[in-house]
């Protein structure tokens, strides 16, 4: 793990994945077949593959899917290695990552799933590679927040000022693992136990200092830039298909007034509501996620 003195890794699923890339190593787990419809799997923002921990049982124990289901650690997250140097994690930079992970996978098709940022990301990665995903399914978010070209200077600002400010960041450290998942059950997205364990699965690791999340701190800059409304509809344009979104009633798309607006804008998604929050795909209610996900993937 880059910019971390590991000792010990914690319990984690043995089918994992690992995939050399520039001189940096992503990490995933792996669940279902090689021989199964290969889909990919991107968790949000401060999260890790184990975000997937109850939804690909779901489909391939509960529902039969035949899958390669495939969930990454984005770059800076769980087990996967910081990125070098200053430098914003900025939502198209994980693009080249992905080409290269399914590249090596052998995929010349597949299906993607992304939560939150990993929604994002999804969309973006779609609408610069159509020919080679079959269906994209956004969990919880679609498209980046937009900005005016005018706030390009004040954006800019911030990034590099926060990148600054973080390399001084020390590490949060807690005196036992209970106390690091406690902490993440109260974090911006409260969490339910269960689900916050999942994630500490990956995601918490210990030295002789004690047990902390191994999260890059750049991940908390500002983006350097972002997109404007006339680029990510110039994007989503070329999404060849109708996309399937999933939000939950008490998550962050029902009560987003600029998405609501945006969705009305367009005729090729369509939006599914489940109760639950914005990691309703976990615990909460997995299985009537991949319900969801089962019908777009066979139509």
Known sequence: ??????????????SECQFNIAGRVIRGKRWGSEAGRPVLALHGWMDNAGSFNYLAPALI???????????????????????????????????????????????KE???????????????????????VTRLV????IIPEPFLDSEAPKQMAKSIRDQVK??????????????AIKAREKGRYKLS??????????????NEKGYYWCLDPKLLAASELKLTMAQINAFFDEVPYT??????EEGLVLTHAGLQHWLRTRNNICCDIIPGGHHMHMSEQAEAVAEVIQKYFDE
Not at 113 to 125: D, E, Y
């Open 1 to 14: 793990m880059s910019n971390t003195a590991v000792d010990t890794r914690l319990n984690f699923d043995r």
């Open 243 to 248: 996309v399937k979104l999933v939000a939950g």
């Open 166 to 179: 973080l390399m001084a960041k020390p590490i949060n450290y807690y005196a036992n693992l209970d106390r």
């Open 61 to 107: 124990e509960q529902l039969g899917m035949d899958l390669n289901f495939v969930a990454l650690d984005m770059a800076g997250h769980g087990q996967s290695d910081h990125k070098i140097g200053l430098g914003a994690y900025n939502i198209w930079q994980d693009l080249s990552d992905l080409l290269a992970v399914v590249n090596e996978l052998g995929w």
């Open 110 to 132: 597949f299906y993607i799933i992304g939560h939150s940022r990993g929604a994002m990301i999804s969309t973006l990665f779609t609408a610069t590679n159509p020919t080679r």
């Open 138 to 141: 956004a969990l919880e978010s």
């Open 193 to 206: 136990r269960a689900d916050a364990e999942a994630l500490a699965e990956r995601g918490v690791a210990k």
